[in-house]
């Protein structure tokens, strides 16, 4: 029941074509880091017009470095057959929360991993 609500969405968002994305990470009862998908969009059924933001899915991450993140994101946006191209916005909530391999600070690899991610769809 639960893929077929899921792929009803899934629907949805590609009727609406344009999309929001969150994403955010939290460690699970075992300390593994997992990340929520969350699709923001506008669903237009005959005359009622409906915004809409629904939760897609957790995956497990590995890695919390920007470019792993961004990978990450992006392939998962692709399982779904949501193209990064009709993203219209992008939100991240505790994406970077620690230290990037190199050492640089939360601030400094939030705004890579979203520049990173504007980078990657870009024609």
Partial sequence: ??????????EEIHQAKYFSMMFDTTPDLAHREQ??????YVHIHETSVEIKESFIDFFEIHEKTP??????????LDADGLRVEDCRGQTYHRCSNGRASNGRTDKDSRKESSCLIRSLRQP
């Fill in 67 to 76: 470019e792993a993140l961004a990978t990450e994101i992006l392939s998962k």
């Fill in 1 to 10: 029941m639960g893929n077929a609500v899921r792929q009803h969405i899934i």
């Fill in 35 to 40: 990340m929520s998908e969350v699709i923001q």
